[in-house]
């Protein structure tokens, strides 16, 4: 038999608890009154982990108790623990046997900041974006059942990730396949807090306890032919659910709906999740918790520190950071270009889908609220909102990162490109995005783009070009997207004054002889450094689509070999479309194609990820001499006056 809370006092063993928990076999042989104390190691392992390496922050301190509960009552990794979004799992990683690799967590080599199923069996589906939980956990459970296995899936999701579409059409789903699952609601929105109390507790208590679903359930059956009587019980217990939970429109799509409880009181997790065990059919459990809960400057500021810097010592503190005093990251470059649009432009419309922040769009919100939206985790609904503001003469800005520009693509070519509406795109963390991963990064936004008609597709190479290049497709009459990554650029003087730049215009940027560097985007620095050794031209190609065929065509005329340069996915890039061009225009031109190989690229600092992929100075300029070496084109110690085309083959 279990002890109780009550039955055994609290012990303090010389060894830390969590050095004893390797796993959560260890952790469920832990008596229930220890639970409390490891939360509190657990929680101070967390704060200093973080604070040596970096990454997500607030989002862990608040589910450090659930975290505990789901392990210690369910048989993990048996039964299924899928996790949303991911941002929340530091404490789940420490508790399945990865104590010590988190201190090498977003780092070469190290662990994902987001759960991986090739990193742990515990990681029961591998996650970066957000609402993909409850579907993932049904499918577990369908399987199980066809298997004939008595496998639990739980799906954790937060209120935010609630608000997505994919997460209502899996809550329709299960509830429509009635299969045993659990669905938690982690609910750190503070206004939630007047529900938990003495009488929510109360009632939770009741609702998941053994004696209330077996008369629930046997009501049921024997109300059933008496109708009447049967919707004045439903109608009554529903009165009664009201009156201390906001939980109504799950019972009325199938759920059992138990909650909001304390997430943080873990005898009544731990009692409420045992309870729900025996409990058939779907269910939610609806907890509330506070991000950064233990860490105060957290729980005041959970935007803020829902991901931190690595902590450096204290000399290295008073340092400035290297090469970026003075230089805006691109985020700011878009946020003061948009406000500074809307002073000119009352028909600018900002959308923007639960990106506020990272996307640079505060100051706006606050200046202009009335013409400010932000839909929340709901991409496909932030486009076709563009859409219809669109149809009615305004122009709508849609800021959105390019991974989760993924997510509206149906909307993007139908309900905009199609119509051929007057929607601007700020594509922002386009290209490799460091620490978070292959879940993030914008690796194939020119690919899924350019072969959308209607649509224009701009990469600007520096901060200036930004604002430019974000102007020019705010003028042109119809669909245009621009391009950007995350952080600061080369850090080039941005001028105040809006000017726009000729459609479909390049700029060379250096001229050289014999190989021309058509770049795409931000690594212009790169194609620039890496020509200098090898007498190129460097062209500034600023669109994807439209390509500027007329410089294209007069640099074949004179050059012996095009490299194309992206921090995009080769297959179907730019290059690809420069390709493409020379096929159809007949020209016979060697090129050699410089992008993201046909694999995903693991985290790691973002020069790292440069280097690792070819994409850096070095590895730019020897991939050049050797295709030259291949070509027989010579190298600039060895060229002569060789003419146009003679190793064309």
């Not at 830390?16 to 101070?44: F, G, H, I, K, S």
């Not at 700011?332 to 406000?339: A, N, R, S, T, Y």
């Not at 305004?394 to 905009?416: C, E, M, N, W």
Request: aromatic share 6%; charged share 20%; glycine share 8%.
């Amino acid at each position: 038999m279990t002890a109780s809370y009550s039955d055994i006092p609290p012990t303090r063993p010389e060894t830390p608890l969590l050095d004893t928990v390797e796993n959560p076999n260890a952790l469920r042989n832990l008596p229930d009154n220890q639970l409390e104390q490891l939360a509190d190691e657990l929680r101070a392992f967390l704060l200093y982990s973080v604070g040596q390496t970096g990454g997500h922050f607030g989002a862990g301190l608040g589910v450090v108790e659930l975290t505990i509960a789901l392990h210690y009552v369910f048989n993990t990794p048996s039964d299924k623990l899928v996790w949303d979004v991911g941002h929340q799992t530091y404490p789940h990683k420490i508790l399945t046997g990865r104590r010590e690799q988190l201190l090498t967590i977003r780092q070469a080599g190290g662990l994902s900041g987001f759960p991986k199923r090739s990193e742990s069996e515990y990681d029961a589906f591998g996650v970066g974006h957000s609402s993909t939980s409850l579907s993932a956990a049904l499918g577990m459970k369908i399987a199980a059942t066809l298997d004939g296995r008595d496998d639990r899936a739980i799906a954790v999701i937060g209120d935010g990730a609630m608000t997505a579409g994919m997460a209502i059409e899996a809550l329709n789903h299960v509830a429509h396949v009635d299969e045993d699952m659990l669905v938690v609601l982690n609910d750190n929105n503070m206004s939630i807090s007047k529900n938990v109390g003495g009488l929510a507790t109360y009632f939770s208590k009741l609702w998941s306890s053994k004696p209330y679903n077996l008369f629930r359930e046997s009501a049921k059956r024997l109300l059933k032919t008496f109708p009447s009587t049967s919707v004045l019980v439903r109608k009554t217990e529903e009165l009664m659910k009201a009156l201390v939970a906001p939980g109504i429109i799950f019972e009325e799509l199938g759920f059992t709906y138990i909650g909001p409880i304390d997430g943080h009181n873990i005898p009544l997790l731990v009692k409420t999740l045992e309870n729900l065990k025996k409990v058939t059919g779907p269910v939610l459990l609806h907890v509330a918790t506070s991000k950064g809960k233990g860490f105060i400057p957290a729980e005041e500021d959970p935007i803020g520190y829902h991901a931190i810097n690595k902590r450096e010592p204290l000399a290295k503190e008073k340092q400035p950071a290297t090469n970026t005093i003075g230089k805006p990251k691109y985020q700011q470059v878009f946020g003061d270009w948009l406000c500074d649009m809307a002073e000119q432009c009352p028909d600018l419309v900002a959308i923007t889908p639960a990106m506020t922040e990272g996307s640079g769009m505060a100051r706006f919100a606050e200046q202009f609220p009335e013409r400010f939206h932000d839909v929340a985790i709901a991409e496909q609904h932030a486009v076709t909102l563009a859409a219809g503001l669109a149809c009615e003469g305004k122009k709508p800005v849609v800021a959105i990162y390019s991974t989760f520009l993924q997510r509206a693509y149906d909307q993007l070519i139908h309900d905009v490109a199609l119509q051929n509406l007057d929607v601007l795109f700020a594509i922002d963390r386009a290209g490799l995005v460091g620490e978070d991963g292959a879940t993030h990064a914008g690796s194939f936004d020119i690919s899924f783009l350019r072969c959308i008609p209607n649509l224009v597709v701009m990469t600007p190479s520096d901060e200036d070009e930004t604002r430019k290049l974000l102007y020019t497709g705010y003028r042109h009459p119809g669909p245009a997207a621009v391009r950007y990554p995350r952080g600061t650029g080369p850090g080039a003087t941005i001028q105040a004054e809006m000017q726009a730049l000729p459609l479909g215009k390049s700029v060379i940027r250096r001229q050289g002889r014999g190989v021309a560097i058509l770049n795409f985007g931000t690594l212009l620095p790169i194609a620039l450094a890496a020509a200098e050794g090898l007498d190129a031209t460097v062209v500034d190609m600023r669109f994807v689509k439209p390509l500027d065929r007329e410089q294209l065509r007069e640099l074949a005329s004179d050059h012996q070999l095009f490299v194309t340069l992206e921090e995009n996915a080769l297959a179907g890039g730019a290059g690809a479309a420069v390709n493409e061009f020379l096929a159809a225009e007949g020209i016979t031109m060697p090129v050699l194609n410089r992008g993201l190989p046909d694999r995903f690229i693991d985290h790691n600092t973002h020069g790292e990820q440069l280097r690792e992929t070819g994409l850096d100075e070095m590895g730019l300029n020897c991939a050049i001499r050797e295709r030259m070496r291949q070509l027989d084109l010579g190298t600039p110690e060895t060229q002569g006056d060789n003419s146009p085309h003679q190793a064309a083959r």
